[in-house]
């Protein structure tokens, strides 16, 4: 069984930046993605950002690339999310995701993941 902790998140004003992190416990035996989804009040969930361990690729959603990055450090078992240029529609609760293998299904959909984390809000003010 593998337990994902976000933390990181908060208020913070328009333009200003954040850093999420999402810890994996209880390491399961592969890992082949970690990824980033938010859901805001009221709207569907929304593919963030997502790394891939074996070569380090990383995706990106259309509405954060250019201000958001997503890192990992396989020794820690933590994926970070940067989060710079922050707007006021960035506000939601963002959860973390790990995938264990890969079933076939891109980074970007929420389907590939096993596990997923409690989640963490952020709230951008005008």
């Known amino acids: 069984q593998v337990e994902l902790v976000e933390a990181g998140g908060g208020l913070v004003q328009a333009g200003g930046s954040l850093r999420l992190s999402c810890v994996a416990s209880g390491r399961p035996s592969s890992n082949y993605a970690m990824a980033w989804f938010r859901q805001a009040t009221g709207k569907e969930r929304e593919f963030v950002a997502a790394?891939?361990?074996?070569?380090?690729?990383?995706y990106y959603g259309d509405s954060v690339k250019g201000r958001f990055t997503i890192s990992g450090d396989n020794a820690k078992n933590t994926v970070y999310l940067q989060m710079d240029s922050l707007k006021p529609e960035d506000t939601a609760v963002y959860y973390c995701?790990?995938?264990?293998?890969?079933?076939?299904?891109?980074?970007?959909?929420?389907?590939?993941?096993?596990?997923w984390g409690q989640g963490t809000q952020v709230t951008v003010s005008a």
């Open positions: 995701a790990a995938a264990t293998v890969y079933g076939g299904t891109h980074p970007v959909y929420g389907q590939l993941y096993d596990y």
């Open positions: 790394f891939r361990w074996e070569d380090s690729s990383t």
